[in-house]
Every structure is written in structure tokens, then in C-alpha cells.
């Protein structure tokens, strides 16, 4: 199994009051692809982590479905059908600075290809199709909200809160997010995300936003700029 260097939550924030924080975890499902047909089988859990201090933010996946699965694959015997999975114990390692625009995103390692990247963008940049379909999800009054890619395919769907206008980039780095995320369905990766817990209290330290992995080289990718 890969581990990587990166501290975890637990010893990373003090007790301040101050509404440019915010530390969530979130539960996450994530659909196994690769099934024979007609064959269903439960989703893999993960575990979601967001830490958001003053214009910095970062987040990432820990990769909880290992335990039941230590050996990276699902294996349905009686049709002697193996479907690998990610090994990486931490996944989705994604950052994003609003001061300076730089994006930079982790993906698992391919050859002569480096895992860190990175490029800058305009916050603007992707917009949100509010539906105006409420949902009350864990006590919090939520609305639905849809981001298209320009084919007009459905990226990401979204259920946030009006109340809480802390998360101006969610989980994966969805961009100009209109307010806090409760709820969230990406239909690329085929996860959703559910919100656990958050605090506005917490103040993350800076050492989590800059995990040991972001030492290792960077590639510099095209940057994402709005049409003029």
C-alpha cells in the first residue's frame, strides 16, 4: 500500500472564532466500476477532509475501503472477476490559493509523468445552474444546484447551504461554489459526498497546506481562464 507524507487533522488547528476558517469531514461513497453486467455491489468508503484558512485551502480523500479490501481489489469468486482498486491511502490531494490563483491538484504516479501539478485560474471561471429544488439534509436547509461541462453534460451536483457563504471552493476544487456544500454528487468519479461535521472555530495550522508530497516537482498544466 502507498502512504503518503501528509499531516493528518488531528493536531492541526487551534480554537479561534474567525469566519475565514473552516474544517469539515465529510462521508463518501464511491461506486466500484468495472462490475460484470447485472452484477451490483456495494459502494467503497472513503473519508473527506477540507480545511479552509483565510484564502487557502486544501482537501483530500483517505482511502477507508482498504481495510475491507487490503490487497487493492474486489474479487467475485464465482466469476473469478477481480476489479482493481486505488491503493493510494490518501487520494484527491487538491489545493487552491485565492490570493495568487494557483490551483494544484495530486494524481497517482505514471511513468515520466510527474503526480503534482498545478496552473492558475480565475475563480469565476465555472458557474452554477441553480435549480431551485430545496432539501432539508441533516437539519440544514439545502439547495440543488448543477455545474455542466460545455458539452452540457453534468459534471458535479451540489446541495449547499445559503446560511453558511464559507466555501468559496468545495471538495475536488469545484470552483465558485455559491455556499457551504452538505451534499455532493460528482459524476465523473461517480462519488457522493455527504457533510459530517464543520466548525468555523477551528484554525487549521499552516503546515497541512503544504503536505511533504508538494516537494517533489510540479507540472505546469494549461491555465483554466474565463472567455472573454
Not at 158 to 164: A, Q
Request: contains cysteine; glycine residues 4%.
Amino acid at each position: 500500500m502507498k502512504i503518503l507524507s501528509i499531516i493528518l487533522f488531528s493536531f492541526l488547528f487551534t480554537k479561534v472564532g474567525n469566519t475565514q476558517n473552516l474544517v469539515a469531514t465529510y462521508d463518501v461513497q464511491r461506486e466500484v466500476i468495472g462490475a460484470p453486467e447485472g452484477i451490483s455491489l456495494p459502494p467503497l468508503t472513503l473519508t473527506g477532509y477540507y480545511f479552509k484558512k483565510n484564502n487557502t485551502i486544501i482537501s483530500y480523500l483517505t482511502a477507508d475501503y482498504l481495510k475491507e479490501y487490503p490487497d487493492g481489489y474486489v474479487e467475485i469468486k464465482e466469476l473469478n472477476h477481480i476489479i482493481e482498486l486505488s491503493k493510494d491511502s490518501i487520494q484527491a490531494l487538491y489545493y487552491v490559493n485565492l490570493d495568487s490563483q494557483i490551483y494544484r491538484y495530486r494524481f497517482r504516479a505514471f511513468e515520466n509523468y510527474p503526480e503534482n501539478n498545478f496552473f492558475y485560474f480565475d475563480a469565476d471561471v465555472r458557474t452554477w445552474e441553480i435549480t431551485g429544488r430545496t432539501e432539508l439534509i441533516n437539519g440544514i436547509l439545502c439547495t440543488h444546484a448543477i455545474q455542466y461541462n460545455r458539452k452540457r453534460n453534468i459534471t458535479a451536483e451540489i446541495w449547499f447551504s445559503h446560511e453558511f457563504t464559507i466555501m468559496p471552493i468545495g471538495m475536488r476544487n469545484l470552483l465558485n461554489v455559491p455556499g457551504l456544500i452538505v451534499k455532493a454528487k460528482f459524476h465523473g468519479t461517480r462519488e457522493t459526498f455527504t457533510l459530517k461535521e464543520f466548525s468555523t472555530s477551528l484554525e487549521p495550522k499552516d503546515e497541512i497546506f503544504w503536505p511533504k508530497v508538494f516537494n517533489e516537482r510540479f507540472n505546469k498544466e494549461g491555465d483554466l481562464r474565463k472567455v472573454k
